[in-house]
């Protein structure tokens, strides 16, 4: 069974840093394309930065405009963690974020991942 359990969301001020953790059970986090997704209230969910498998990407992150320069993914296999460095936050970046892996994530798109975590709330503000 596979499982995603976030880790790292609170409170932080503007100009604030935050981690966030995603651990997987029940799969080999080396073998899926990752990502992370945010919903904002009154908002769809959107992707924020994903790692496909596709030949045609390789293994070059993607991330939506809006966090470039600012937020990082990465993964640690050995951990079977994969992880969401923000820095320099935003209030436009408070939402409840997602991680989510699938076997191939050709689009940064909710659509396209079938494994979701349970979300957790980031919240910008001073």
């Known amino acids: 069974q596979v499982q995603l359990v976030e880790s790292g969301g609170g409170l932080v001020q503007p100009g604030g840093s935050l981690r966030l953790s995603c651990v997987a059970s029940?799969?080999?986090?080396?073998?899926?394309?990752i990502g992370w997704f945010r919903q904002a209230p009154g908002k769809e969910r959107e992707g924020v930065s994903c790692i496909s498998l596709s030949s045609a990407t390789g293994d070059r992150a993607y991330y939506v405009d809006s966090v470039k320069g600012r937020f990082t993914i990465s993964r640690d296999n050995a951990e079977n963690t994969m992880y969401l460095q923000m820095s320099d936050l935003e209030p436009e970046d408070t939402a409840v974020y997602y991680c989510?892996?699938?076997?191939?994530?050709?689009?940064?798109?909710?659509?396209?991942?079938?494994?979701w975590g349970q979300g957790t709330q980031v919240t910008v503000s001073s």
């Open positions: 989510a892996i699938d076997q191939l994530g050709l689009k940064c798109q909710d659509s396209e991942y079938d494994y």
């Open positions: 029940g799969v080999s986090l080396d073998n899926f394309a």
